[in-house]
């Protein structure tokens, strides 16, 4: 192959390599900037200041292991708790509800040490969120939500 044809075949293929990774991504989960919260639902996100992948949700979850951020296959896909410490749990929250605080809990069924989100507020980051009853920090360790239960 000549040496113009083989720079303008490099080029195709870093293009078509470049779209296809922009797809991939796009599949995997989306931004902050790219998503926004359903009116009433409350939105967990996996990193903190609402970014990365995101569970848009309108009703309470008594256990954030049987649910999948947005794009993720319903089996061995990504939830927003896959045990205490993982990175991509739920790390931010978005409370769209104008009407309902919600509370966010330690353990599945909406128990144990908690924390409240007012209505049509956030907790942008859970690495500074305290739990009540000396429980520590919120940060990859939640486990449910529940609307109008202020904790």
Same mark, same amino acid.
């Given at each position: 192959m000549p040496k113009n044809n083989s720079t303008a075949m490099r080029a195709l293929v870093v293009a078509g390599a470049t779209a296809l990774s922009t797809l991939a991504?796009?599949?995997?989960?989306?931004? %902050? /900037? *790219?998503?926004?919260c359903t009116y009433d639902n409350a939105c967990l996100y996996e990193n903190a200041e609402l970014e990365g992948m995101y569970l848009d949700s309108n009703s309470s979850l008594a256990m954030w292991s049987l649910s999948r951020y947005a794009g993720q296959p319903d089996t061995y896909g990504k939830s927003p708790y896959m045990g205490d410490g993982v990175?991509?749990? %739920? /790390? *931010?929250l978005d409370n769209w509800d104008?009407?309902?605080v919600i509370g966010v809990f330690y353990n599945?069924?909406?128990?144990?040490p908690c924390f409240t989100v007012g209505a049509y507020k956030r907790a942008m980051n859970f690495k500074s969120v305290q739990l009540s009853s000396g429980g520590g920090v919120a940060n990859d360790?939640?486990?449910?939500?529940?609307f109008n239960n202020a904790c």
């Open positions: 991504l796009g599949v995997s989960g989306a931004s %902050a /900037s *790219s998503h926004t990175k991509t749990n %739920a /790390s *931010s104008i009407d309902s599945s069924s909406y128990r144990g360790r939640m486990n449910s939500h529940q």
